[in-house]
T-cell receptor, first 114, second 117 residues
């Protein structure tokens, strides 16, 4: 068990560019979550996968955001036409089960849009 | 709607002393879970302690314990014998609305704890 990994750890991009982040959850975890965290705030939920199915998307996830989890393994989060307001830490978490189960978080990808 | 409120943005404690971090929440559920997560300066969030609402007994994990007051919807975290490694942002969290398929977490705004040598 190597934990949840995310790549890249840091990304600097110019406004208008597209970016893609990857998350590798703990292998036996069927649930995967994406959160966004801005400075001084708690993480905010973006989207949730159970296996390969995307079961919920937050209203925070505009049309410019898309997430996938092919084959129920790793997940990608793509942001198209980035805006300065997209600058944040993007966290991925995975868990084995539902409400009482611990979510294991990755180290995050820090996005800076210039 | 589920809400989580942490009213202490920053706290400081001397090494070896005890500190209590506050959290209040709102939920319409009767049976739920509450969590405290720690986010050290390296930024990877880890679970500190978990409480099941139907359990009367307060959860304890080594130096960490909670004071869970269900009627008051209060869930405070006590850290005993504080260590330098406890310096971190602490988040209180509650799973999302009932009836959903998701176990998304609703987080408070966090309390930044600094342990002073």
């Amino acid at each position: 068990d190597t934990g949840v990994s995310q790549d890249p750890r840091h990304k600097i991009t110019k406004r208008g560019q597209n970016v893609t982040f990857r998350c590798d959850p703990i292998s036996e975890h069927n649930r995967l979550y994406w959160y966004r965290q801005t400075l001084g705030q708690g993480p905010e939920f973006l989207t949730y996968f159970q296996n390969e199915a995307q079961l919920e998307k937050s209203r925070l996830l505009s049309d410019r955001f898309s997430a996938e989890r092919p084959k129920g393994s790793f997940s990608t989060l793509e942001i198209q036409r980035t805006e300065q307001g997209d600058s944040a830490m993007y966290l991925c978490a995975s868990s084995w089960g539902g409400k009482g189960y611990e979510q294991y978080f990755g180290p995050g990808t820090r996005l800076t849009v210039t | 709607a589920q809400t989580v409120t942490q009213s202490q943005p920053e706290m400081s404690v001397q090494e070896a002393e005890t500190v209590t971090l506050s959290c209040t929440y709102d939920t319409s559920e009767n049976n739920y879970y509450l969590f405290w997560y720690k986010q050290p300066p390296s930024r990877q969030m880890i679970l500190v302690i978990r409480q099941e609402a139907y359990k009367q007994q307060n959860a304890t994990e080594n130096r960490f314990s909670v004071n869970f007051q269900k009627a008051a919807k209060s869930f405070s975290l006590k850290i005993s014998d504080s260590q330098l490694g406890d310096t971190a942002m602490y988040f209180c969290a509650l799973p999302g609305p009932p009836g959903g398929a998701t176990n998304k977490l609703i987080f408070g705004t966090g309390t930044l704890l600094a342990v002073q040598p």
